[in-house]
């Protein structure tokens, strides 16, 4: 017997102030999102003074907030709204935090380091539950699976890719047929492969050579193919762009990447430019989602650079 759809749920979405560009995408999709606002302000100390509005009227309504947490400034402010809006006697609340910031901190190499991809979990677990029961919340492509046993059974978490943009945008190149992709080292392969299964694919891997690890290319063949490196996060791009010249010696007609969060510390995003009269332009593409907004804004229009936007994947996750 098949399921019977239930009908559409109208979600209020409250959003930072960092992802307001996002939050008006991802309401532009769906008649069945409403956008709420809050007053984000800060007495004369810097602490915050923060005002939900409509805040009765949320009663019995089912509620979402969309967070950023790239800027550990605005942390305390969101995590704020975030604990008071499921005590307004929502329906449901949920969560959608696309990137987890703190997700390549999961291991202690040593006694002493501080496993802060955990402590925000245990923070992101406290939340209040709401009448519907405990907070869903969504991350896309958090660093290491495992990782969704740091929270507690307070909140659901949703684990969501942007691989299927990725994907899509592939099959509108020219080139389409001639797509490779390659993973920078076992871990992104072992996450990724999986989702590429109609592809031929290529793993690097880092080797030890004296006092440096150096990018080879482990296995599968590039010559005259368009490889597209694939991994979920990219800091300064040094394993990006030592990638890269490997691929481009053994032959590769073209080099791309994809990462779902672009992080970039320290305007590190320079680094892969086209340069106007430059004579190598290493990458043909860089595609990214704008689940890092503050990245979004710097490189906008700036090849190779384009933007796949997680709005619609985050419309339909709000009606799980």
């Given amino acids: 017997m098949a399921l019977v759809k239930s009908p559409k749920k109208q ?6 102030l960092d992802c307001e560009e996002l939050a008006h995408k991802v309401a532009l999709l769906s008649p069945h999102i409403i956008l709420q606002n809050i007053k984000w302000r800060s007495f004369a100390d810097g602490f915050p003074n923060l005002y939900i509005n409509n805040a ?15 800027s550990p400034a605005h942390v305390f402010e969101q995590l704020s709204v975030i604990y008071a809006l499921p005590r ?40 209040p539950i709401s009448r519907g029961g405990p907070t869903s919340l969504v991350i896309y492509d ?3 699976l495992q990782e969704r046993f740091y929270f507690g059974d307070e909140v659901l978490p949703l684990f969501e890719t942007g691989i299927p943009l990725l994907r899509q945008r592939l099959s509108q190149l020219p080139d389409a047929d001639n797509v490779v992709i390659a993973f920078p080292d076992d871990g992104a392969w072992k996450r990724f492969h999986k989702l590429f299964d109609n592809f031929s694919v290529v793993v690097c891997t880092k080797v030890r050579e004296g006092d440096k ?30 990638c890269q010249k490997v691929l481009a010696a053994n ?21 892969f430019i086209h340069k106007n009269g430059s004579l190598e332009k290493a990458f043909s593409y860089f595609w990214i989602t704008d689940s890092c907004p503050l990245t979004v804004k710097a490189i906008a229009n700036k090849a190779p650079f384009e933007v796949l936007s997680l709005a619609g994947s985050i419309a339909d996750a709000l009606q799980i």
């Fill in 11 to 16: 979600v209020n979405l409250f959003y930072s």
């Fill in 56 to 70: 009765e009227e949320l009663r019995g309504q089912h509620v979402a907030f969309l967070a950023s947490f790239s």
């Fill in 88 to 127: 307004l006697f929502v329906a449901s609340f949920t969560l959608v935090l696309p990137f987890f910031p703190t997700g390549s901190f999961e291991r202690m190499e040593e006694e002493g380091d501080v496993a802060t991809a955990f402590t925000l979990a245990r923070m992101l677990s406290n939340i």
């Fill in 142 to 144: 958090i660093h290491a």
């Fill in 213 to 242: 690890r150096i990018v080879r290319l482990k296995e599968g063949h590039v010559s005259g193919h368009h490889v597209v490196i694939v991994d979920d996060l990219v800091q300064s791009g040094g394993t990006l762009i030592e």
């Fill in 251 to 271: 032959g590769a007609a073209k080099v791309s990447a994809y990462v779902t969060h672009g992080v970039f510390p320290n305007k590190s995003w320079e680094r």
